[in-house]
T-cell receptor, first 115, second 116 residues
Framework: DSGVTQTPKHLITATGQRVTLRCSPR?????VYWYQQSLDQGLQFLIQ???????AKGNILERFSAQQFPDLHSELNLSSLELGDSALYFC??????????????FGEGSRLTVL | AQSVTQLDSQVPVFEEAPVELRCNYS??????LFWYVQYPNQGLQLLLK??????LVKGINGFEAEFNKSQTSFHLRKPSVHISDTAEYFC??????????????FGKGTLLTVNP
């Protein structure tokens, strides 16, 4: 158990809909990362938050947004969903921003299926 | 920007055989290197990491990896695999030096299948 909790574990929805994925980082971790894993693209970095602020952005679509709340949990919002958004979405956390070693602790993922 | 190439998408081996999973990276600056493992229906967990110092790094479950700067490689090895090692293995790189906005860049993964 990594200590990172993601909900829901599975989600099935239709094209055009909007969903919210939730992540609770390990106790004490300030950084949260979102990754998308699909068969064709592999693991793609989406976005990183540190203590409530956006710190780095990767291949995140404009239809996607995220935020980190004062209690450090994070939500990833996916809107106007398309079939190609079907993927496993991982949240990860780490303890430190500057001076960190890059070790991330991953949740078990939220599997999104868009029909 | 850094990138990672895992040279084999699938590696089938027999139980108790040795295995090497290959990883090459490219970066114009110093990097930290990682191997993560993903068991079926689970998240990723860290196997081992290279930050600095000795180029031979030992990790969990009997795995080790060697950092080779001249060949920009970080291959993962295990002398004798077990059925339970069947999983997907990801090589990853982040910028070294503890920069403030580091992120992990992952390779596409290597599926290791250990057969009896």
């Amino acid at each position: 158990d990594s200590g990172v909790t993601q909900t829901p574990k599975h989600l099935i929805t239709a094209t055009g809909q909007r969903v919210t994925l939730r992540c609770s980082p390990r106790s004490g971790d300030l950084s949260v990362y979102w990754y998308q894993q699909s068969l064709d693209q592999g693991l793609q970095f989406l976005i990183q938050y540190y203590n409530g602020e956006e710190r780095a952005k990767g291949n995140i679509l404009e239809r996607f947004s995220a935020q980190q709340f004062p209690d450090l949990h994070s939500e990833l919002n996916l809107s106007s969903l398309e079939l190609g958004d079907s993927a496993l979405y991982f949240c990860a956390s780490s303890a430190r921003l500057a001076g960190g070693t890059g070790e991330l602790f991953f949740g078990e993922g939220s599997r999104l299926t868009v029909l | 920007a850094q990138s990672v190439t895992q040279l084999d998408s699938q590696v089938p081996v027999f139980e108790e055989a040795p295995v090497e999973l290959r990883c090459n990276y490219s970066s114009s600056v110093s990097v930290y290197l990682f191997w993560y493992v993903q068991y079926p229906n689970q998240g990723l967990q860290l196997l081992l990491k290279y930050l600095s110092g000795s180029t031979l790094v030992k990790g969990i479950n009997g795995f080790e990896a060697e950092f080779n700067k001249s060949q920009t490689s970080f291959h993962l090895r295990k002398p004798s695999v077990h059925i339970s090692d069947t999983a997907e293995y990801f090589c990853a790189v982040s910028l070294g030096g503890g920069g403030s906005n580091y992120k992990l860049t992952f390779g596409k993964g290597t599926l290791l299948t250990v057969n009896p």
